[in-house]
């Protein structure tokens, strides 16, 4: 159990912190032809090769934003979704053993019946009627 809700938190953690940079994309002025760069000096393209126009053909203000949109309204619930997983096995730890302890317990404070032998017997297809 502690290692689900530890990598509850975790994943948590990084989907915060995708979910901010996309949020920080989306609405801060500028931050798309940044990250345009960004990608592009990462990719290993010259500064040079294309001019201003790569920078604006791959910062299409209205392509980065929506996606960074999509991308912060997507994690940020899921964050918070995996905080709440994390926190649902944290609540399972504190029980009575564990998860497989409290069947145990519960199975041996029952108390023990003693099984009769209550069934009817079914009626003997021999014993006069129909058949001799």
């Known amino acids: 159990m502690a290692i689900a809700k530890w990598s509850m938190y975790l994943t948590a953690v990084l989907f915060v912190l995708i979910g901010v940079g996309a949020l920080a994309v989306a609405v801060l002025p500028g ?59 944290t609540s399972m730890e504190s029980g009575a053993g564990g998860m497989f302890g409290a069947g145990s317990a519960v199975a041996t404070a029952a108390p023990t019946a003693t099984v009769t032998d209550a069934t009817p017997e079914p009626p003997d297809p021999t014993a006069g009627g129909i058949i001799t």
């Open 31 to 89: 931050a798309d032809e940044w990250f345009a760069e960004q990608v592009l000096d990462r990719a290993g393209v010259p500064d040079d090769t294309f001019g201003d126009q790569t920078v604006s053909l791959v910062a299409d203000a209205e392509g980065v934003q929506l996606t960074a949109w999509i991308f912060a309204l997507t994690f940020l619930p899921t964050a918070a979704l995996f905080v709440w997983v994390g926190r649902w096995f």
